[in-house]
């Protein structure tokens, strides 16, 4: 029985000494915890996250056994490594300037209506609308979901509209 846990605790260290030295965790490492899941909840990246939002540091390593055990702020449980998600130093990022992050969207183009073959046109809707951006002093094409990711991402206040978008027309057009 002792060397099956010998042996078991061997393999548990190989597997351990794989792990890249940027995500090895450390006393102060900040972290993301891993949320209970149950038989029931499914995981889905964007209804249910796998990590908690909340960011946490590590006070504590229990060396004593294998695999070790982590000990964090705020929390009373101890936690594994695979239970924990090492996050940079810089992580949320932190806006310096805000005239910086600012994305500045110029103008929409609505794809245009083509005629099938029973002679109806197509449906337009408000989602095939493409967007021109200047964001970083570079211009490019997105559609209104990467336009949601960036508000999601960098804040409520972070686009801009150019004044195409006061004209009653194309009020709808905004997200």
Request: with cysteine; glycine share 2%; charged share 30%.
């Amino acid at each position: 029985m002792d060397n099956e846990y010998r042996q078991h605790q061997l393999m548990s260290m190989e597997l351990f000494s794989h792990v890249k030295p940027r995500d090895v965790i450390t006393v102060n490492s900040r972290v993301k915890v891993q949320k209970l899941r149950s038989v029931f909840r499914k995981f889905q990246p964007l209804h249910s996250p796998l990590w908690s939002e909340e960011i946490y540091t590590v006070t504590k390593i229990d060396k004593q056994k294998f695999p070790f055990v982590y000990e964090v702020t705020g929390l009373k449980k101890k936690f594994y490594a695979f239970q924990l998600l090492k996050v940079s130093e810089y992580y949320p990022l932190e806006r310096k300037n805000s005239l910086e992050t600012r994305i500045l969207v110029q103008k929409c183009v609505v794809p245009s209506r083509f005629t099938l073959r029973s002679g109806r046109k197509t449906v337009l809707n408000d989602e095939n609308v493409i967007y021109t951006i200047l964001k970083d002093n570079v211009v490019s094409t997105v559609d209104k979901e990467e336009l949601i990711r960036f508000k999601r991402s960098l804040g409520n206040d972070v686009l801009v509209y150019s004044p195409f978008f006061s004209e009653p027309d194309n009020l709808k057009f905004i997200v």
